[in-house]
């Protein structure tokens, strides 16, 4: 079954410190999704993207984060100056586009640990 | 936006009892979506209604959709050990990509 994988699995940072989080959604998915996890908490919406741009961010999705297709196969997540409050698990997710409406195919995360 | 608040938050019952987790909204809903969450997993999509008063089964699962459009249950019969994990509902307002999740409860089966 078609897979989205994230990289990596586990990234430490410093506080201030730049990250990127990358994914590769499932490859005829059109849609795609990050969202964020604090541990034992909801799923939140962070940001949606599709056809090369943003359509949607939540209030979390401050000037401090961006999204990337750069290639047409990769999705990324920065965050340019990491927070302590930004450590969290992230998934990718995507969507296929047609006449049903599927729900989200999340991948397995990457976790965050800002110190 | 829309909240969908969940209940209970945490439920621990017996391999083999039934189990039930609610979804309720002060606002119509255009949709309901399930997903579960395993231990230190991340969200598998279940499911989607989309009628008022709809019920679908996948096996040991019933997943039903308020006439009102305001709720939603997932209800577990004879609950198995690999029924563990956290069972989210989730609304995708018309018009809109995002996907909004509730709150979760956390089924633990004790064996």
């Known amino acids: 079954e078609p897979e989205v994988t994230q990289t990596p699995s586990h990234q430490v940072t410093q506080m201030g410190q730049e990250v990127i989080l990358r994914c590769v959604p499932i490859?005829?998915?059109?849609?795609f999704y990050w969202y964020r996890q604090i541990l034992g908490q909801k799923v939140e919406f962070l940001v949606s993207?599709?056809?090369?741009?943003?359509?949607?961010k939540s209030e979390i999705f401050d000037d401090q984060f961006s999204v990337e297709r750069p290639d047409g196969s990769n999705f990324t997540l920065k965050i340019r100056s990491t927070k302590l409050e930004d450590s969290a698990m992230y998934f990718c997710?995507?969507?296929?586009?047609?006449?049903?409406?599927?729900?989200?195919?999340f991948g397995s995360g990457t976790r965050l640990t800002v110190v | 936006g829309q909240q969908v608040m969940q209940i209970p938050q945490y439920q621990h019952v017996q391999e083999g009892e039934d189990f039930t987790t609610y979804c309720n909204s002060s606002?119509?809903?255009?949709?309901i979506q399930w997903y579960k969450q395993r231990p230190g997993g991340h969200p598998v999509f279940l499911i989607q209604?989309?009628?008022?008063?709809e019920v679908k089964k996948q096996k040991r699962l019933t997943f039903q959709f308020g006439e009102a459009k305001k709720n939603s249950s997932l209800h577990i019969t004879a609950t198995q050990t690999t029924d563990v994990g956290t069972y989210f509902c989730?609304?995708?307002?018309?018009?809109?990509?995002?996907?909004?999740f509730g709150t979760g409860t956390k089924l633990q089966v004790i064996p």
């Open positions: 997710a995507s969507r296929y586009s047609g006449t049903k409406n599927y729900g989200y195919t």
């Open positions: 209604l989309v009628k008022s008063g």
């Open positions: 490859s005829n998915h059109l849609y």
């Open positions: 989730a609304h995708r307002p018309g018009g809109y990509q995002k996907v909004t």
């Open positions: 606002t119509t809903l255009s949709n």
């Open positions: 993207f599709y056809n090369n741009e943003i359509s949607e």
